[in-house]
């Protein structure tokens, strides 16, 4: 028998943010609401105290930019107090474990981890085994998910593509096979109605049997984002060029590389993303990244909207499932 799932309250409420493993379209349109909410009518944030009293710790094993500093953004728009833990500073070099230190951090009142790991199943064996009671957001856990840039990136979509999810094709390109950005985009784009959704990349950057993910795969960049409304250039992991995978800069940007030329093949107006952070001259050219179609720096900002959702949501969901357990609890 299937476990039920952790990321949610037995009313269904999301109280973990982990992937998108037993979430509904309904879970995902919520989360847009809700980050649509904290935007004003420029795309500015609006600020409002949904956490306010609570204390959110950012533990970064990954470096980061982006991610770590939207939720410390987030977090302070929202009225907690953040702690950014040092990781390379903290008792995990004296060989600590993750487990301890977890639960010292949760003595200290922590009410909140977001998490970075290298290892893929880090923020779900924190929430089902470290601490189920305190919201667990994963901010990108090996190759495995990287859910809030997925919201985001639908966010951004939902703003700012020419159509509706259901009207849409969407490219993703590059490094499928490493990516956790395109897993999670895949599972978000297609909770979300999008149909047409392709993947383009090399054979050896492509993972084995993505097309039962309902995904068509080319090889071929020109004819992958022929009349595509949504382009989604994806990061060249460097360490990996010059491997077997991969050949060098120069000649993945000849077949792969998001120029004018491949660009001009998509709809007129379709819109140009990317996770950052960006390799310009390798996946992505400078022109492309810095043009009127691209929306690589309205993803930041929205960035921090949809981690607003995704915070004041899982700390409403642990309360609400705390006062279901304590009702539980009361004698007949
Ligand atoms: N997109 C993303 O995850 O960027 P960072 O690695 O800078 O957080």
Redesign the pocket.
């Known amino acids: 028998m299937r476990q039920p799932e952790i990321q949610l309250t037995p009313s269904g409420q999301l109280r973990h943010f982990i992937d998108f493993d037993g979430l509904t379209t309904a879970h995902l349109e919520a989360i847009l609401t809700q980050a649509n909410g904290y935007l004003g009518p420029q795309g500015e944030i609006i600020n409002r105290p949904d956490l306010a009293g609570t204390t959110v710790m950012n533990l970064f094993f990954e470096?980061?930019?982006?991610?770590?500093t939207t939720f410390e953004v987030a977090a302070k728009r929202l009225s907690a107090d953040v702690i950014n833990i040092d990781i390379a500073r903290s008792s995990t070099t004296k060989g600590e474990s993750l487990l301890d230190m977890l639960q010292n951090l949760e003595a200290m009142s922590a009410d909140m981890f977001v998490v970075?790991h290298g290892s893929s199943g880090a923020a779900r064996f924190m929430a089902e085994k470290v601490c189920p009671t305190i919201p667990i957001i994963n901010?990108?856990d090996g190759w495995h998910a990287?859910p809030t840039?997925a919201m985001l990136d639908m966010l951004t979509i939902q703003r700012e593509a020419p159509r509706p999810f259901s009207e849409l094709s969407v490219a993703l390109i590059g490094d499928i096979k490493h990516s956790r950005?395109a897993r999670s985009d895949i599972a978000a784009l297609k909770l979300l109605g999008v149909k047409d959704i392709r993947v383009i990349g090399p054979r050896t950057l492509m993972p084995k049997g993505i097309e039962r993910f309902g995904v068509q795969v080319f090889h071929q960049m020109e004819q992958g984002i022929k009349d595509v409304d949504v382009v989604i250039a994806l990061r060249i992991q460097n360490e990996r060029l010059g491997s077997a995978l991969l050949s060098t800069k120069e000649e993945f940007y000849k077949l792969y590389g998001l120029s004018e030329q491949r660009l001009a093949l998509a709809k007129p107006d379709a819109i140009v993303m990317h996770?950052?952070?960006m390799n310009r001259g390798v996946e992505i050219a400078s022109s492309v990244a810095d043009s009127a179609q691209s929306v690589i720096l309205k993803q930041v900002n929205y960035g921090i909207a949809v981690r607003m959702a995704v915070m004041a949501m899982t700390h409403a969901g642990q309360s609400e499932s705390a006062i279901e357990q304590s009702a539980s609890e009361v004698p007949l």
């Open positions: 470096p980061s930019t982006r991610t770590r970075r901010g990108g990287h840039q950005v996770p950052g952070p």
